[in-house]
């Protein structure tokens, strides 16, 4: 069963691991793309031809190879600034994740911005990828941690936003641009419109937005920006961090080495141009290159036909959840304002109970806190399960999780 | 091992009618751990009268699995010598469970209890007991349980 926006049939086929059984004779069916999505082969095929045919490392040699794998390497930065619209290349930062670029932001950036009794907002919602590292500054600093709380529709409370940014004392604000429990897509540009009218920063964590709508950063006008490619097709250990170039340019760097000098002596260094001031090291040249194919691949789908299908299955997966007695569903009902994200709980069966069961029927769902546990405790449960979709996902998938819940309620009894 | 193996009648029972849940005012061993994966978490209060356990009781939010195994364990040991506790292993509390062939993820649901436990008797031997040799054996055994 296909929804009407994509050709889902045709994409499937793209992606082997969709073919595999598991528990014995059970179709897989991969409802944790929250946590990372599976490969299509051209993503899988781009790394091993890499390894294959020019593996060598970037920058710095003149052989030929060098310059293949050089120009793969920097083509993916182009194809990142286009994708996200960009103008200017040199802001895209390559970083092992989502997780590293914050760390990067909060070393790099925090250590020389924030202070003593400063404020650093930050919402309910957050993984704890922007959560711990702000606490780790705080901390050193000195200054304080606020939180944006979020109501019984799974929405901040902006008004509560008001109340730090009249103190004067924020520095940032940082929040993530889709709630991976909720799937509630955040009022960015409420919120960043409120912290230019008083010269406060933005962080944007984009992890679970990139992968599923389209994203201008013209017209989001925020200061930091960080995704994650394993999220979108792409391979682990690649993410991106953005920021303004001013911004950037005043940052020291994160990490020391190779690639992000300009001249070493004996007692100092200068530093290289960006954004490689900010790549220390051998980068990941691989799944950089796998990550270019990965973009390909979304963009010749169109990513507005992305949040279009992903619409279309959460409704029905909504409609069909919402009828189980003894379901509570979190976040709202406004399919506008979500993403493909679904958390619940199904009666008194804890979550991790009931992904063991849904798994012997090939279901793939996370159980857990989803690290979030700054959440849980805001909606009061230990634990949640959660489904999330991708591109590959049908709504027949659904009708068989659907089941699969049912036998569940029937094994507990309830 | 089957959805329906593992969630048989006595383990949804004990879960959803947990034996000896509570606290114990003043305990001797008072103990808690939680997985930090899934977040469970788990609290354990001991009473040790004449080398016996005298009382038990926990307290923990978490699976099926995780607190029948808690509420069973405390059944298992109440009224027992202290040196037959000290012995406990892994497959008795699994035998006592009825579960056998749980997956990695899984098995560390069940031995949460029992690590609690482990933890428990090493504080009190060390701190207690001044028994450093029995003390160090079992928290050994505690962090190797998986």
């Known amino acids: 069963m296909q929804t009407s926006v994509i050709n889902i049939e045709s994409i499937r086929k793209d992606f082997p691991i969709l073919k595999r059984k598991v528990h014995k004779d059970k179709p897989l069916i991969y409802f944790d793309n929250a946590a990372t999505t599976q490969k299509p082969i051209q993503v899988i095929e781009a790394i091993s031809n890499y390894y294959l045919n020019y593996n060598s490392n970037i920058h710095r040699a003149v052989h030929e190879l060098a310059e293949e794998a050089t120009a793969a390497y920097e083509n993916t930065r182009d194809k990142v600034a286009k994708f996200i619209n960009v103008k200017n290349r040199q802001e895209i930062v390559f970083v092992r994740g989502t997780t590293e670029a914050i760390n990067l932001v909060t070393y790099a950036w925090g250590r020389q911005n924030v202070h003593k009794d400063d404020i650093i907002v930050t919402t309910e919602y957050e993984h704890h990828s922007n959560i711990v590292p702000w606490q780790l500054l705080a901390k050193e600093t000195g200054a304080k941690l606020e939180y944006i709380g979020v109501d019984d529709n799974g929405e901040l409370i902006l008004d509560q936003l008001d109340g730090y940014l009249d103190s004067g004392r924020v520095k940032i604000v940082t929040f993530s641009h889709m709630s991976n429990v909720l799937g509630t897509i955040t009022k960015s540009d409420e919120i960043i419109r409120k912290c230019r009218k008083k010269d406060v920063r933005v962080l944007v964590d984009a992890a679970q937005s990139v992968p599923h709508m389209e994203v201008d950063l013209q017209k989001l006008d925020c200061d930091f920006f960080a995704f994650s490619a394993h999220k979108m097709l792409g391979p682990t250990g690649v993410g991106v961090l953005w920021a303004k170039k001013e911004l950037l340019e005043s940052m020291s760097p994160f990490n020391g080495g190779g690639d992000m000098i300009r001249e070493v002596h004996k007692y100092e260094t200068t530093w290289n141009d960006l954004p490689y001031k900010f790549e220390a090291g051998t980068p990941n040249i691989a799944d950089v290159i796998g990550f270019s194919t990965a973009i390909d691949y979304l963009e010749r789908i169109g990513m507005d036909k992305v949040r279009e299908h992903e619409m279309e299955l959460t409704k029905y997966a909504l409609d069909k959840l919402s009828q189980i007695k003894g379901m509570k569903l979190y976040g709202t009902n406004e399919i506008a304002k979500r993403g493909g994200v679904i958390s619940f709980n199904l009666g008194d069966i804890h979550p991790h109970d009931l992904a063991t069961i849904i798994d012997e029927d090939g279901i793939a769902i996370r159980s857990g806190h989803h690290c979030a546990q700054v959440l849980m405790e805001r909606l009061d449960v230990a634990a949640t399960s959660r489904a999330s979709f991708y591109i590959y996902n049908t709504k027949e998938e659904v009708d068989v999780f659907i089941r699969s819940l049912y036998r569940a309620k029937e094994l507990f009894r309830i | 091992m089957s959805s329906a193996d593992i969630y048989r009648e006595i383990i949804l029972d004990y879960y959803r009618n947990p034996r000896n849940y509570g606290k114990i005012q003043n305990p001797d061993i008072a103990q808690k751990d939680s997985n930090p994966l899934c977040g469970d ?106």
């Open chain 2, 41 to 146: 978490e788990l609290e354990m209060h001991l009473n040790i009268k004449d080398n016996k356990v005298a009382d038990v009781k926990f307290t923990g939010k978490g699976c099926a699995i995780s607190q029948a195994s808690a509420s069973m364990l405390t059944e298992l040991i109440i009224g027992k010598d202290f040196e037959y506790v000290k012995k406990l292993t892994k497959e008795d509390i699994l035998d006592n469970l009825g579960l056998h062939e749980l997956g990695p993820a899984r098995i560390k649901c069940a031995l949460l209890s029992l690590k609690v436990l482990k933890y428990g008797l090493y504080s009190y031997l060390s701190e207690k007991l001044k028994d450093t040799a029995s003390a160090d054996r079992i928290k050994e055994e505690a962090s190797g349980l998986y």
